[in-house]
């Protein structure tokens, strides 16, 4: 596995933290997205795409 690799949990995108378009922390964990797009999703329906809610 390669350092700093992450999933957008928007789209399933694999990409580097360092290369993010964003970062969101949400129920104390990071998610990292590829896109301002994916972010945005994210923030208006964050218990739509994680466990937690
Ligand atoms: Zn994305």
């Given at each position: 596995m390669l350092f700093g690799k992450v999933k957008?949990?928007?789209?399933?995108m694999k990409i580097s933290k360092r290369k993010a378009a964003g970062v969101v922390e949400h129920h104390g964990t990071l998610y990292y997205f590829c896109s301002t797009g994916c972010k945005e999703k994210f923030e208006k329906e964050p218990k739509k795409y994680t466990e937690t809610g």
């Open positions: 957008d949990p928007i789209c399933g």
